[in-house]
Nanobody
Framework: QVQLVESGGGLVQTGGSLRLSCATS????????MGWFRQAPGKEREFVAA?????????YADSVKGRCIISRDNNARNTQYLQMNSLTPEDTAVYYC?????????????????WGQGTQVTVSS
């Protein structure tokens, strides 16, 4: 079993930055792709970003491309990060860390079998 724990969420003003982290425990996810989804109030959960098992390949939603950077450190218990810049109120959501048993990233929720509990990101105008 794999446990994913997010941290780094909070309240930030428009234009600000946040860095989300996701620590893993239990079974190693070193060979798994990881990623982030988010869900805003009243909206469906959506893909944000994903990274391959070795960090060599990344994928981003169009809404965050150029503003966010996903990375991972397989030497630090497969911790992954999401650096978010130039935040706007539209980025307000609960952000979920995810992991799949595949090596390449994917944009579909069904591809991910492990989910964290989520961390709240609120961007004030």
């Amino acid at each position: 079993q794999v446990q994913l724990v997010e941290s780094g969420g909070g309240l930030v003003q428009t234009g600000g930055s946040l860095r989300l982290s996701c620590a893993t425990s239990g079974r190693t996810v070193g060979n798994y792709a990881m990623g982030w989804f988010r869900q805003a109030p009243g909206k469906e959960r959506e893909f944000v970003a994903a990274v391959s098992w070795n960090g060599g390949s990344t994928d981003y939603a169009d809404s965050v491309k150029g503003r966010c950077i996903i990375s991972r450190d397989n030497n630090a218990r497969n911790t992954q990060y999401l650096q978010m810049n130039s935040l706007t109120p539209e980025d307000t959501a609960v952000y979920y860390c995810v992991a799949t048993n595949r090596v390449i990233p994917a944009q579909t929720m069904g591809s991910y079998i492990y989910w964290g509990q989520g961390t709240q990101v609120t961007v004030s105008s």
